[in-house]
């Protein structure tokens, strides 16, 4: 199994930056990409970004050009780089790894970002 813990959120004005990491630990080597997603009160969770093993990354149209998703595979820990943030970037966000087989790894607990206007 693999379990993934999130960190890096906090309080930030609009324009500012936040870098997220995303912690993977157990068998990291069944990880084929990593997703980021994130969900405000009320609304579905949301998919952000991903990156697979082979390096191809997706984001949403409203975070391209602001948010980038990098892993150090030494330290087995992924990250979303946040820039330009906005309040509608205000969430929580969650990091899941996708492993061989499909199937999702168990959500973390997310860490809270909130982007004051």
């Known amino acids: 199994q693999v379990q993934v813990a999130e960190s890096g959120g906090g309080l930030v004005q609009a324009g500012g930056s936040l870098s997220l990491s995303c912690a993977a630990s157990?068998?990291?080597?069944?990880?084929?990409?990593m997703d980021w997603f994130r969900q405000t009160p009320g609304k579905e969770r949301e998919f952000v970004a991903r990156l697979t093993w082979g390096g191809d990354h997706t984001y949403i149209d409203s975070v391209k050009g602001r948010f980038t998703i990098s892993r150090d595979s030494a330290k087995n820990t992924w990250y979303l780089q946040m820039n330009s943030l906005k309040p509608d970037d205000t969430a929580v966000y969650y990091c899941a790894a996708i492993l061989q087989g499909g199937s999702y790894t168990s959500w973390g607990q997310g860490t809270q970002v909130t982007v004051s206007s």
């Open positions: 157990g068998r990291t080597f069944t990880i084929i990409a």
